[in-house]
Structure formats: structure tokens, C-alpha cells
């Protein structure tokens, strides 16, 4: 039998709630309520909640490293798909249409508040520029994107057009015009004379 620690619990408790309430509006009381322990027991494991919202993050991080791993890392598919692939989750997940993304949320609420959770967001965003970029370079290779674009500023272009869809996809509660967002992104990415015919569409979602 698998029993959850203590910690894991504050996190996930913290992870719901910040989610759905903000880091500002979610107290360390709320936080050991819903976890099942004592508010002292969160102190143990977290002696700020600067450290809660860094543990947050990292477990967020880690369901996005899995999405990096079985989609941009995906060396057996063309570039362009894995392109593809990774803006049609971004596109489709009904969870930011409801909460929008923990990510911007919390850049949002925090970037003038903690310089901690700032520098930790910043960082992020960085590190998602730089394994997207990797991949344009792949597909501007190949000649599927246009090469009179850096990798990176087109890299760039990705992460901000996906957070920003995913702010509009959360004020109007549905992500249906982001599917056809993302997919004119690609569109005006790919390379001239029809090089990206093959392109597939990324559906929105009913």
C-alpha cells in the first residue's frame, strides 16, 4: 500500500487552491485545512509561503517536463508535429479555460510582489524558450519553417502567444479560438511555396 506523505499532501492541497484561489488568496491555514494537517506541520515542511509557492511550481514543472518528454523530445517525429503536438495541448487543456495557466497565473499575481517566485517563473518561461527553439532549428533544417526568423525570437513568439491564449481562453471560459490561434501561428511560422502543406490542423475544442 502507498501512503502519501505529509508533504506531498501540503503541496497538493496548495497546488489545488492556488490554482483556484491565487497565492495571495490562499492562506497557510487553508492550506493545512485542506491537506488534513496541522498548520504547524506546514511550517515544518515549508517555513515560508514563498517555499510552498516554489514547491508548487516544481510540482507543475514536473507535469510539464513529462509533456516536454512525450512530445518536443519525441526525436521519431518530424519537428513540425512535435511543433504541433505541443501547441494543440496547450490549446485543448479545459483546465487553463477554467483557471487559465498556473504558470501566468501566478506571473501575474507575484512578478511585483516576490522577486523569489519571479526569478523561479523567469526562469521557466527561459528554459521552455530554449527546448522550443531546439526544435524550430530542427524544422527550419528540414525547411518546413522560414529561416528569415531566428530560432529563439520565433521560439519566443510560441510561449508568449500560448500564454496569452490561455489568459483570453480563461476570461471567456472556453478554448475554442485558441486551437485557431495557435494554428495561424504555425501558419505564419512555416516556410514559403506551401513547405508546410502537411501541416495538420489542430481542432478547437467543443
Known amino acids: 500500500m502507498v501512503t502519501t ?23 497557510m491555514e487553508q492550506i493545512a485545512a485542506t491537506a488534513g494537517v496541522s498548520k504547524s506541520n506546514v511550517y515544518y515542511h515549508f517555513p515560508t509561503k514563498e517555499d510552498v509557492g516554489i514547491a508548487v511550481l516544481e510540482s507543475h514543472r514536473g507535469d510539464f ?3 516536454v518528454l512525450s512530445t518536443l523530445l519525441c526525436r521519431d517525429v518530424p519537428a513540425t508535429d512535435r511543433l504541433h503536438s505541443m501547441l494543440s495541448l496547450l490549446a485543448g487543456q479545459r483546465t487553463v479555460a477554467q ?10 499575481e507575484m512578478s511585483e510582489h516576490s522577486e523569489r517566485l519571479r526569478c523561479y517563473l ?7 524558450t530554449e527546448r522550443l527553439a531546439t526544435v524550430v532549428a530542427e524544422a527550419q533544417a528540414s ?12 521560439a519566443a513568439l510560441m510561449v508568449q502567444t500560448a500564454q496569452g491564449v490561455q489568459l483570453i481562453s480563461k476570461c471567456n471560459r472556453s478554448c475554442q479560438s485558441a486551437a485557431l490561434t495557435l494554428q495561424a501561428l504555425m501558419r505564419l511560422l512555416r516556410a514559403p511555396e506551401g513547405a508546410m502543406e502537411r501541416t495538420p490542423v489542430v481542432q478547437p475544442v467543443q
Open 5 to 27: 506523505g505529509n508533504r506531498d499532501r501540503v503541496v497538493a492541497a496548495a497546488r489545488e487552491l492556488l490554482h483556484k484561489q491565487g497565492y495571495r488568496g490562499s492562506s
Open 65 to 67: 517536463e513529462a509533456v
Open 99 to 108: 483557471l487559465g495557466c498556473p504558470f501566468g497565473n501566478l506571473a501575474a
Open 122 to 128: 523567469s526562469g521557466m518561461f527561459e528554459s521552455m
Open 143 to 154: 525547411g518546413a519553417v522560414r529561416s528569415d526568423i531566428t530560432p529563439r525570437t520565433a
